[in-house]
């Protein structure tokens, strides 16, 4: 009986742990024991079947463009170091830089997925796309309900940095996001650009700097390199 209370704890059934022991008390021992067994499989097949859902759930709010595992890349090795828990916990970001097919995404949808199995919320966007839905979004007049629920998420990846142009009055819109979500979220970013290249995406330079210092504080700038992993059995972005 007492292997039943820590699942009850976790099922939330705070009322039939109350007459738990009372109801198992009006029982004959054997009988008692054999409801006991039925009930702790009965407990343990309703949380494995939660904690499915829960993950299904995560990954479906996530929006991976697929699933890739850092055990598929030799590119992991450049994240090894990196405990996830602890990064999402402490604020932490990770800038992912190198050139194309050096297996930047790879390494982000993959830190992504292991966050979501530790039961975190990710959400995985293009540089571009956020761009858009911000520009979108006020033009609706919600901007500021948008950038609260990008902030809800524990982890949020941005990819394809530098790649495709973005409207030069998106470029206040992210300066605008990035402060909000400073020490609040952490975000994953992966590019092929130098910093001293981001003043020609976002126009201004005095914001750019401001981006760059708010997304470089408690940061791990991780170079993938140049060489390119498609094609090879291995894919890289």
């Known amino acids: 009986m007492q292997e039943l209370i820590p699942l009850m ?14 109801l198992t008390h009006t029982l004959p021992s054997e009988v008692a024991n054999e409801c006991c067994t039925v009930l702790k499989k009965l407990f ?15 990954l479906g709010i996530a929006k991976l463009p697929m699933i890739k595992l850092l055990s598929d890349t030799s590119q992991a090795k450049l ?13 932490q970001n990770v800038m992912l830089i190198g050139g194309s097919g050096s297996g930047k995404t790879h390494l982000a949808i993959g830190l992504a997925f292991a966050a979501i199995q530790k039961s ?21 007049n919600y901007e500021i309900r948008f950038m ?3 902030r809800r998420y524990d982890l949020i990846i941005i990819d394809e940095l530098g790649y495709v142009p973005i409207k030069h009055e998106s470029g206040g819109l ?14 994953i970013i992966t590019t092929h650009l130098r910093f001293e290249e981001w003043g020609e995406m976002f126009g201004n330079a005095k ?21 390119s992993f498609r094609g090879g059995g291995m894919q890289g972005e």
């Open 9 to 22: 704890d976790k099922l939330g059934l705070v009322g039939m742990q109350q007459y738990l022991t009372e």
């Open 44 to 58: 343990e097949i309703e949380c494995e079947y939660k904690k499915t859902r829960s993950l299904h759930y995560r």
């Open 79 to 91: 994240v090894e170091h990196i405990n996830i828990k602890e990064l999402i916990d402490n604020k």
């Open 120 to 140: 975190y919320r990710a959400r995985f966007y293009t540089l571009n796309e956020l761009a858009t839905r911000l520009l979108n979004s006020r033009a609706h």
């Open 148 to 150: 609260e629920a990008v």
């Open 174 to 187: 992210l300066f605008e996001l990035f402060a909000k979500l400073y020490e609040q979220s952490s975000i």
């Open 207 to 227: 914001a750019t700097k401001a981006i760059i210092d708010r997304l470089t504080h408690h940061c791990k700038i991780i170079e993938t390199g140049n060489k």
